[in-house]
C-alpha cells in the first residue's frame, strides 16, 4: 500500500504543475504570461494569469530522478509523454509542461501504453503483487470504474497536498464521483482527452421554434439538461414528408 501511496503523492505534484506552469515556489513566470498574450482578449489574459498565479501549495521535493511511469491506452501515448517540442502548440504545451515537473521534482516521465483491454489486468497484477511498476493509471473514467471493487485504488480524500478546489480539477466531474466524501478517479488538467472527447449537440433553431420546444439555452444553462430532457423534447417532433400518416423508421 505504501508504494501506492507514492504513486499517488506524485501524481497530485504532476497535476498541479500541469495546471499552474509553476516555477521554485508555486508561482508562475511573468514572462510566460507575456509570450502567451498573442491572439487572446484582455480579459482572457487576466484569467490566465490568476490561474497560473494559483499557489499550488506543493514542497519542492527532489525524488533523486526517479522514474514516474504512466500506464495508459495507446491511441493517447502522444498525451502524456512528447520526446520533442515540434512546433505544434498542442505538443509544445505538453512538452513544456512534463519539462517543469521533471526540472522541479527531478524525475523521468515515461509512458507504457497497451490497447485499453489489457490495462486493468496490467494494473491490478501490479499493485497485488506489490509491483512499483506504474505511478499512474489514466483509464476511461467509465469503461475501466468496476477496477475500484478491485481495491487497488486509494481515497483522494485521503492522500496528502490533493486540493480539489483547486482550478485544474474538475469540479464538476470530482463532485460526480464523489460519494460519502469518497472518491477514487478523479479528473483534471492532465486529462487532455477529456477535452479531445468532448462532443457537442447541435440543434436547428428554426425547428425548436416551429415545434414549440422550450429555450433550450435556459434549460441547459440551468443544469436541466439531460438525455431524458432531450427524448421529452423530441419525442413529438416528425415531418411526415410522404404523407402516409405514420411516423416511419
Known amino acids: 500500500m505504501k508504494r501506492i501511496v507514492a504513486g499517488v503523492l506524485l501524481l497530485s505534484f504532476l497535476t498541479a504543475s500541469i495546471g ?8 508562475a513566470d511573468d514572462t510566460k504570461i507575456a509570450q ?7 480579459a482572457e489574459t487576466d484569467a490566465l494569469k490568476a490561474r497560473m498565479d494559483v499557489d499550488d501549495g ?35 504545451a505538453i512538452y513544456e509542461r512534463n519539462a517543469v515537473v521533471v526540472d522541479r521534482f527531478n524525475v523521468n516521465i515515461k509512458a507504457e501504453v497497451h490497447n485499453e483491454g489489457q490495462l486493468t489486468t496490467l494494473l491490478r497484477n501490479a499493485v497485488m503483487a506489490g509491483d512499483d511498476a506504474y505511478q499512474l493509471f489514466a483509464g476511461h473514467a467509465i469503461y ?5 471493487e478491485s481495491g487497488v485504488f486509494l481515497n483522494w480524500y485521503d492522500v ?8 485544474w480539477w474538475s469540479k464538476s466531474t470530482v463532485e460526480d464521483l464523489t460519494y460519502n466524501d469518497i472518491a477514487f478517479l478523479a479528473i483534471g488538467d492532465f486529462v487532455l482527452s477529456a477535452v479531445t472527447l468532448t462532443y457537442a449537440m447541435y440543434f436547428n ?19 436541466e439538461w439531460t ?9 413529438n417532433v416528425y415531418n411526415d414528408i410522404n404523407n402516409n400518416q405514420k411516423k416511419d423508421i
Do not use: H
Open 205 to 223: 433553431k428554426q425547428l425548436v421554434e416551429d415545434f414549440g420546444i422550450p429555450d433550450i439555452y435556459t434549460t441547459v444553462l440551468g443544469g
Open 144 to 148: 475501466n470504474g468496476w477496477v475500484v
Open 227 to 235: 438525455l431524458d430532457k432531450l427524448s421529452e423534447y423530441t419525442k
Open 58 to 92: 506543493l514542497p519542492n521535493k527532489d525524488f533523486g530522478g526517479r522514474d514516474y511511469v504512466i500506464l495508459g491506452e495507446d491511441q493517447f501515448e502522444s498525451l502524456y509523454v512528447i520526446d520533442e517540442d515540434t512546433g505544434d502548440v498542442l505538443d509544445s
Open 36 to 42: 502567451s498574450q498573442d491572439g487572446v482578449t484582455e
Open 160 to 167: 496528502d497536498y490533493i486540493d480539489f478546489s483547486k482550478p
Open 20 to 27: 499552474c506552469s509553476e516555477t521554485s515556489g508555486g508561482r
